[in-house]
């Protein structure tokens, strides 16, 4: 069983909005991001998990509902779920990390250049 990844894309250009790694069949307790009963999570699932998640956030103002890199709004972002190579979160979670590194130095520099060219 490898590690699978639910990751919600802006739409064609393909930024990452967030992701959710999870372990088909392991029972995730949820009650820290607001849902009321634990869920197990598979392929079957997922996506639309996460689809209910980003929604809450933007309910909540946890997340803006556009795309902070080309500002595409929520109503076109993809959830797609695949498999990792990974075996198990704690193997990887070094690349995870690594992956949301190179997002944010992504929107900083964007976001610098949107400065410059204002400027
Ligand atoms: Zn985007």
Aim: aromatic letters at 6%; one cysteine or more.
């Amino acid at each position: 069983m490898k590690l699978r990844l639910v990751q919600v894309l802006c739409g064609a250009a393909r930024h990452s909005i967030l992701a959710l790694p999870y372990m088909p069949g392991l029972t995730a307790a949820q009650s820290h991001v607001g849902a009321g009963d634990d869920i197990t999570l598979d392929e079957g699932n997922a996506a639309e998990y996460v689809r209910g998640m980003v929604d809450g956030l933007i309910e909540m103002k946890g997340i803006n509902p556009w795309c902070e890199l080309c500002g595409s709004r929520h109503e076109q972002w993809k959830f797609e779920d695949a498999a990792t190579k990974f075996d198990s979160l704690e193997e990887a979670l070094p690349f995870l990390r690594l992956e949301e590194a190179k997002q944010l130095v992504t929107a900083k520099m964007l976001k610098e250049a949107q400065q410059a060219a204002r400027n």
